[in-house]
């Protein structure tokens, strides 16, 4: 499974004047370089959505949730979420459950969180406090990041990417529930720039994929050339320190 060419979700370059569409390699496994960083954007993106969802404060608003953490405020309760405690468990549950399966399929150790079982089972995400509920998630996902390689080449990648990134109707994934619990803003990451073939200055940046825009570009901040990662897949690297 792991020899084939194409990426397993049929991903594809879009057709431009000097080139026509045609299929994205199966860089990383059997995922292509836009899925990959996908993937492994919402695994970083997951326990801070848990932490805001847990938070209850509706939708995203880091301001408030300071605020609220450090008790700056008036005390004035927020009102309670009961939708995003259920999403919040929602999303654990998924996250758990290919913890499980990823495990059994390489053969590899779950992540130990024997403190949170109550008779070998993890009881809902609810009964933990913000914190402890954001750092068991937190384990699931850097664990899944850790053997991210290895779930890429796996048959099953794809629907791991599906379910974790779009999700379906009554499980949204990490796109729908950032739009409600997250910040859409596609930050220019600090990996270190580069300088701009065109206009000369250092200010070439990467983004990484994100429910703004699924693809992830290179790009420069001052004259908005971008680079063809169809043509220069060099400037992937990027990707790795951001
Ligand atoms: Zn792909
Ligand atoms: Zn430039």
Redesign the pocket.
């Known amino acids: 499974m792991t020899d084939q060419l194409h990426?397993?979700?049929?991903?594809a370059w879009p057709e431009k004047p000097d080139q026509p569409a045609h299929p994205?390699l199966?860089t990383h496994g059997t995922?292509?370089?836009?899925?990959?960083l996908?993937i492994t954007e919402a695994l970083r993106t997951i326990p801070e959505l848990i932490l805001n969802m847990r938070s209850q404060v509706i939708p995203a608003s880091n301001f408030e949730l300071t605020e609220r953490v450090q008790g700056g405020g008036d005390g004035a309760p927020v009102p309670l979420n009961v939708g995003a405690v259920d999403a919040a468990d929602a999303l654990f549950a998924k996250v758990a459950s290919w913890v499980g399966a990823f495990a059994e399929e390489l053969a590899i150790p779950a992540p130990s969180i024997r403190g949170y079982l109550v008779n070998n089972e993890i009881q809902g995400l609810r009964s933990f406090a913000l914190i402890p509920a954001m750092e068991l998630t937190a384990q699931l996902t850097k664990w899944l990041a850790r053997h991210i390689d290895q779930i890429s080449a796996s048959p099953t990648a794809?629907t791991f990417?599906d379910d974790i990134w779009e999700g379906w109707e009554d499980s949204p994934g990490v796109v729908k529930l950032s739009r409600r619990y997250g910040s859409e803003e596609r930050k220019p990451r600090d990996a270190q720039k580069r300088v701009c073939p065109i206009c000369g200055k250092k200010e070439v940046f990467a983004a990484a994929p994100s429910t703004f825009d699924p693809e992830p570009m290179v790009l420069c901040g001052l004259c908005n050339w971008t680079a063809d990662l169809s043509k220069k897949p060099e400037y992937l690297e990027m990707f790795q320190s951001a």
């Open positions: 990426c397993s979700r049929g991903c994205k199966a995922l292509c370089d836009a899925c990959y996908r794809a990417h």
